[in-house]
C-alpha cells in the first residue's frame, strides 16, 4: 500500500466543475486528489502574425502557479517565466493543438490558461486534463453562437503522471512520492489510445523494460478513467469531441433541431440554416410535398456546399380532394393563423359525412454532388366536427388518430412522435442514411 492507502494502479479521486469562472469562454476546475487547477480557454478573433491569411486558427497555453500553491510561498511569475512554467506550457499547448483541426477552427484564437490553486503532484497532467474541458466548454460556446458551423474537436485528450517509487510502478504520483521517485513518467493520450507525449526519465536510476510496461499500461488505466470524467462534467457538450459530419436542417425551430439531432445523431451532427450562413428566402413552387422539400434542400446546398435535410409536411382532405395540401399552413391566407386555417376547414366540411384524411410528411436529403432523396410518411385520421385537445399545433385539435381515439392535440408528445408522419418519413430516412454509410 502507498503513503494516502492505494494500490499501485489507483489513481487518485478525480472531480472536474465546469463554468467555474463565468466571465472566461470555457472553464473548469480540476481537482486529482489535492492538486487543483483552474483552466480557462478565451477566444480572440484573429491570430499571430505568421498565421494570418492563411485561413487556420492557432491553440496556444499558459501555465503557472499561483504562490500558495505549494507549501513555501512560490514567487510569481513576471515578464520572464521561470524554465519549468515554459516548458509545461508548451506541453499543455502542443498537446491540446493535436485535439484540433485548426483549419475548422477559422482565423481565431484560442489561449488556455492553467493555473494552480494547489499543488500536491501532478499539476502538468491536470492542466492538460482540465485545459481539455475548458477547451470543449468554449467550442461549444462558438456553436451556440452561430460562429462555427462545425466542432475543430478531433480526439479526446488527457494526461497522467506514473512513476516508480521504492522499486514499485506506481499511478498518479503525489508530491510526496513524486519528490523521491526514482522514475518520473508523464503520458498524454488521445481516446484512440494513441500516444501524443511520452515523457519518462530515471531520475534515480534507470528502469527496464518491464517497468516501462507496468507504467504504460497503469497511465493508458489512468487516462481512460479521467476521460470518461472529462465527458461525465461536459454532458451535452462532450458532442463536440470527434463530432460526426454536419447536417444543415432548413430550418430555425430548435425543438426540430433537437428531435432530428436524436433521430440522425449516429449519422451526423445537426446544425440550422442560420449557424450554416444560410438567411435567405426560398420559394416553395411546388404542388407536392416533396417537392417543395426538395426545393429547400437543394437551395440550402448549393449556398452552404453541405448535406442539407429539409421536410414539408401538411393536411390532406380525400373529400376535399387533398386540400389543404402544400398550402397547409397558409390555407386561409396568412402563414401560420392556427385558427383561422381551423375555422376554414370545419366551413369546407361542413355536411361532408366522409371525412377521412391524412398528414403527410415529405423529408429531402441533398448530399453535394448526388441526386435528392426523398422520404415519406404518411399518418391516417378522421377530421372531426369540432376541435379537441390543447397540445400541439395545426390542425392537431382537429385530427383524430382512431387506433388510440384521441386528436394529435390529445396525446403526450411521445405519443405523438410514435406514430406521427413526421416519426415516419424519419424511420424511412434513417434507413436511406443506413445505406448510405455502409
Known amino acids: 500500500m502507498r503513503i494516502d492507502g492505494r494500490t499501485p494502479d489507483q489513481a487518485r479521486p478525480v472531480t472536474i466543475e465546469t463554468d467555474f469562472v463565468r466571465t472566461a469562454d470555457g472553464s473548469c476546475l480540476i481537482a486529482t486528489g489535492n492538486t487543483r487547477v483552474i483552466c480557462t480557454a478565451s477566444v480572440e478573433e484573429g491570430v499571430p502574425p505568421f498565421l494570418r491569411g492563411k485561413a487556420q486558427g492557432w491553440l496556444t497555453a499558459e501555465y503557472a502557479m499561483l504562490p500558495a500553491s505549494t507549501t513555501t510561498r512560490k514567487k510569481r511569475d513576471g515578464i520572464k517565466k521561470d524554465g519549468r512554467s515554459v516548458e509545461i506550457q508548451r506541453l499543455i499547448g502542443r498537446s491540446l493543438r493535436q485535439a484540433v483541426d485548426l483549419t475548422k477552427l477559422g482565423e481565431r484564437t484560442i489561449t488556455l490558461d492553467c493555473d494552480v490553486l494547489e499543488a500536491d503532484g501532478g499539476t502538468r497532467t491536470a492542466s492538460i486534463t482540465g485545459a481539455m474541458v475548458a477547451l470543449t466548454c468554449a467550442v461549444d460556446k462558438l456553436m451556440r453562437e452561430g460562429k462555427l458551423v462545425q466542432s475543430p474537436i478531433l480526439h479526446q485528450v488527457a494526461a497522467v503522471s506514473c512513476g516508480v517509487v521504492d522499486d514499485v510502478p506506481c499511478l498518479d504520483l503525489c508530491y510526496q512520492e513524486d519528490s523521491r521517485a526514482q522514475v518520473d513518467m508523464n503520458l498524454v493520450m488521445n481516446e484512440k489510445g494513441e500516444f501524443i507525449e511520452l515523457q519518462g526519465t530515471g531520475e534515480g536510476r534507470a528502469y527496464t523494460p518491464e517497468e516501462l510496461s507496468s507504467l504504460i499500461a497503469y ?220
Open 219 to 438: 497511465g493508458r488505466k489512468g487516462i481512460e478513467q479521467l476521460q470518461e470524467a472529462q465527458r461525465e462534467a461536459l454532458g451535452e457538450c462532450a458532442r463536440h469531441i470527434a463530432p460526426k459530419p454536419p447536417l444543415v436542417v432548413a430550418s430555425g425551430n430548435e425543438h426540430k433541431l433537437r428531435e432530428l439531432q436524436t433521430i440522425f445523431g449516429d449519422y451526423y451532427t445537426v446544425v440550422s440554416m442560420k449557424t450554416a450562413g444560410f438567411s435567405g428566402e426560398i420559394e416553395e413552387t411546388a404542388d407536392t410535398f416533396a417537392g417543395n422539400a426538395a426545393i429547400k434542400a437543394e437551395a440550402v446546398c448549393e449556398a452552404t456546399g453541405l448535406p442539407t435535410l429539409a421536410d414539408d409536411s401538411g393536411l390532406s382532405v380525400d373529400v376535399l380532394d387533398g386540400e389543404p395540401g402544400v398550402l397547409s399552413a397558409r390555407y386561409a391566407g396568412v402563414h401560420g393563423d392556427d385558427a383561422a386555417n381551423n375555422a376554414l376547414l370545419l366551413r369546407r366540411m361542413n355536411g361532408k359525412t366522409v371525412r377521412t384524411a391524412a398528414f403527410v410528411s415529405a423529408i429531402a436529403l441533398k448530399l453535394p454532388d448526388r441526386e435528392t432523396l426523398i422520404a415519406e410518411g404518411v399518418c391516417p385520421g378522421v377530421v372531426l366536427e369540432e376541435e379537441r385537445g390543447t397540445g400541439g399545433f395545426g390542425y392537431d385539435p382537429l385530427f383524430l388518430y382512431e387506433p388510440l381515439g384521441k386528436t394529435f392535440a390529445e396525446m403526450t408528445e411521445e405519443e405523438k412522435n410514435q406514430v406521427s408522419h413526421r416519426a415516419r418519413a424519419c424511420e424511412k430516412m434513417l434507413a436511406i442514411m443506413k445505406e448510405l454509410h455502409e
